[in-house]
């Protein structure tokens, strides 16, 4: 019977070792969960505030171009009737 506990009582030690391991894996699973999503934050303030402002530039680029071209129609429409 002492045999037995002695052995009952070696398996729950391994046990409690290997949740003890499990615990701290998970711990450094959570600090590495932590460090992505402090990643993540980082790249969308960027997003926000580098990439969007630059589109809006290439946008506001397109607009001061598509007035160029008509202006530059309507002069040539202005030429073609004087002619």
Do not use: C, P, W
Request: hydrophobic content about 35%.
């Amino acid at each position: 019977m002492e045999k037995v506990l002695n052995r009952i009582l070696t398996e729950l030690q391994a046990l409690r070792e290997g949740q003890t391991r499990m615990e701290s894996r998970l711990d450094n699973l959570k600090h590495k969960t932590d460090r992505i999503d402090s990643g993540l934050l980082k790249l969308e303030t960027r997003i926000e505030n580098e990439v969007v402002e630059k589109i809006r530039a290439l946008f506001d680029d397109r607009s001061v171009n598509q007035d160029y071209f008509a202006s530059i129609k309507n002069s040539f429409a202005r030429i073609d009737n004087q002619l």
